[in-house]
Every structure is written in structure tokens, then in C-alpha cells.
């Protein structure tokens, strides 16, 4: 293994021993669907551990906190919930999901609202910081692992690279866009903006590729 880059950040969503070559595959192999639903667990589990933090938390889980105080459901079935109509923004846009979008929807809400409960809740600020960067590399991590299954991208993933096919809109500005609207709408729901969102904002692209590249070592590493 090639230490000296273990920490370099990886530039694309690599390919692995256990990458579906189809993303549409409903039979891929047992590793595939292994690491797949290991990544969507870790990274519901990185969601909750931000929300127990009470910092803030990401723009999507700002806007299922909204609905949540509005609905009165838990965070998790509000996260289904918004995974569900984000799917139908698939519709005119012509995306068509795979089973990792599908079992994106419902293990991550699901983690959230299984781990939420036994996470501790720090009264001390620098606590409460440590927690939410803990939480921001757990998601970070389950990102690594469950890009690289490759069988279709997350609901909100999905929507995002589909706007920018069909408009062409460099794809940083789609996301920048769509993570404000979000947040916006989410914040006047009821959701928990802060210092939290911030650090989640600055740090989750760049941790993400760095997992993305450790994943990869590790993969050479037992090749």
C-alpha cells in the first residue's frame, strides 16, 4: 500500500473488487451488498451523531427536522419521508434509481432513528463540536464505502447530477443551490441551524474524498 497518498483525496469515486459494474444490477454480489448497506448504516449512524450534538446538523436533516416539528413523525421516518419525494423529483427529469438509491432511503432513516436514542447529548461546548466532526467523518466513511458499491446514486445525489444534465449548470452550482434552498426552508420549519451545519458544510466534501481514497488503498492493500 501506498502510504505517502493514503490521505490524498481522491479525485473520483474509484472503482473496487466488491463495484457493481452495473449500476442497475438487482443481483449484485454478496460483497457489493455487504459494503453497501455497511456504508448507509455508518452514515445514517454519522447523521445522528451530528443531531445529538445539538450544534446543527446537515441542510437535508435541517429540512426532516422542520417537518418533523410540523408533522410530529421522528427524524428518521421524516428522513424517508423526504428521501420518497425527492424520488418523485426523479420523474421529469428521467432518472431512474437503483437498488443502493432505493436502500439509501430507507437504511439511513432507519440508522438515524435505531442510534439516535444511545448517542450522548454534551452540555459542553467543546464537547458538542468534537461530536459533530466525529459525526461529519462517520458520514464521511459510509460515503466512501457506499459510493463505491455503485448501484445508483442517493435520492438527493440523483436529483442533483440530474438538474445539472438537463440544465448544464456546473454541478457546484446546482449543489450550492439546492443545499440553500434547503436549508432555508428547513430553518423555517422548525430545523436546528448552527455552528454544526457550518462545520458539516466545510469539512464533508473534503473528508469524503479522502475517504474515498483510503477505501481505495485498502482495497489495493487485499487485492
Known amino acids: 500500500m501506498d502510504w505517502n497518498n493514503l490521505l490524498k483525496p481522491a479525485k ?103 442510534m439516535l436514542p444511545y448517542l450522548p447529548t454534551p452540555d459542553i461546548y467543546f464537547l458538542q463540536i468534537l461530536q459533530v466532526l466525529i459525526g461529519t467523518i462517520f458520514v464521511g466513511i459510509g460515503s466512501g464505502l457506499y459510493l463505491t458499491a455503485n448501484l445508483g446514486p442517493g435520492p438527493r445525489d440523483g436529483w442533483m447530477t440530474g438538474i445539472q444534465r438537463i440544465t448544464n449548470v456546473p454541478i457546484a452550482k446546482v449543489r450550492a443551490s439546492i443545499e440553500i434552498i434547503v436549508l432555508l426552508l428547513g430553518y423555517y420549519l422548525g430545523g436546528t441551524v448552527g455552528l454544526g451545519t457550518v462545520i458539516f458544510a466545510l469539512f464533508i466534501g473534503h473528508i469524503v474524498a479522502i475517504c474515498l481514497q483510503i477505501t481505495k488503498k485498502i482495497d489495493e492493500f487485499f487485492s
Not at 460483497?31 to 453497501?36: E, K, P, R, V, Y
Open 12 to 114: 473520483k469515486v474509484p472503482s473496487t473488487n466488491w463495484s457493481s459494474s452495473d449500476p442497475m444490477s438487482l443481483k449484485p454480489k454478496i460483497s457489493t451488498m455487504i459494503i453497501l448497506i455497511l456504508g448507509l448504516w455508518i452514515f445514517g449512524t454519522g447523521d445522528a451523531i451530528i443531531v445529538a450534538a445539538g450544534l446543527g446538523v446537515a441542510p437535508w436533516t435541517v429540512l426532516a427536522q422542520g417537518i418533523s416539528e410540523q408533522i410530529n413523525w421522528t427524524l428518521g421516518q421524516t428522513t424517508f419521508l423526504v428521501s420518497v419525494i425527492v424520488l418523485f423529483l426523479w420523474i421529469p427529469i428521467k432518472e431512474r434509481p437503483g437498488l443502493g438509491t432505493i436502500l439509501n432511503a430507507i437504511l439511513i432513516a432507519l440508522a438515524i432513528d435505531v
